[in-house]
């Protein structure tokens, strides 16, 4: 539930021209990740900081994270 929350808190701040503030809100979400030890939501998380770079025009956290990600073609199935 804190996960979409949070999400929902994002693209508020975002759609009010309020980056900074939607950057707090995910770097508050990451810490609670890591002191929850909540580690089912990394990968989802991960994506949602893409969603985020791709907003914020952030080319290079959007490159890392596609050098990063998995290969689709070996882990899905048709």
Known sequence: MI???TGLLVKQHLLQ???PTA???IDMFRQKI???KAN???SNF???CTWFALYTSDKKAVR???EAAPD???LLCA
């Open 64 to 66: 890392n994270y596609l």
């Open 34 to 36: 890591a002191e929850e």
């Open 72 to 74: 689709e073609k070996k």
């Open 46 to 48: 991960e994506a949602f």
């Open 23 to 25: 950057k707090r809100r």
């Open 40 to 42: 089912q939501l990394i």
């Open 3 to 5: 996960f979409a929350a």
């Open 17 to 19: 021209g309020q980056h």
